[in-house]
Structures are given as C-alpha cells and as structure tokens.
C-alpha cells in the first residue's frame, strides 16, 4: 500500500505537515518532529533524497524507526525535497 505526506518547513526551522493521504503517515511525521530524526526531516534538511530500504534495519533513525515499527506496517520510504520561490522548503 502507498502513502504519500507533504510537509513545509520556514526559515525559523519549523517543520509541518501540510497534507497526507492517511493519519498513519501524519502520525509517522509527527513522531519525526517530537524525536528530531527521521528520513523525511534529512531530506528537508540533510540531502535531496533519502531512500530508507527496509526500516526494520536501518539504523539511521533508531528511536523513530524502532517506534514506526510498532506502530505502523511502513518498511520502506523515499523522501524527496521540493523546492518552492517562497522563502519555504517542502518535502
């Protein structure tokens, strides 16, 4: 099944959600900005595309993926930065 969230972020570093096809994925990026790890914040802030293969194994992001992993039945994710004129980055 697949899911798809879009998140903004403002100059003063403040990260939201601004859509999401399910409250699974909203809740998956909550938890991203409460802990302050996960793969759709590096592609905000760290690189332009994360692919994460399987969660259960990668240890990037141990506290979120180990909480994703009892929460959710995501496995996998690719996140990619988006790019807007205004002065606001989106993934």
């Known amino acids: 099944m697949a899911h ?3 998140a903004a972020a403002s100059r003063a570093v403040r990260v939201e959600t601004t859509a999401a096809s ?3 994925v909203r809740r998956g990026d909550t938890l991203q900005y ?3 790890e996960g ?3 590096d592609a905000i802030w760290e690189a ?3 692919f994460t293969g ?3 194994s990668d240890t990037r992001w141990p506290r979120w ?3 994703v992993g009892e929460e959710f039945e995501v496995r996998s994710m690719l996140c ?3 790019f807007t004129k205004a002065d606001t980055l989106a993934r």
Do not use: N
Request: hydrophobic share 40%; net charge positive.
């Open 4 to 6: 798809a969230v879009v």
């Open 22 to 24: 399910s409250e699974g």
């Open 34 to 36: 409460e802990l302050r």
């Open 39 to 41: 793969p759709c914040l």
């Open 48 to 50: 332009p595309q994360i």
């Open 54 to 56: 399987d969660l259960r």
């Open 65 to 67: 993926a180990a909480k």
């Open 80 to 82: 990619t930065r988006l």
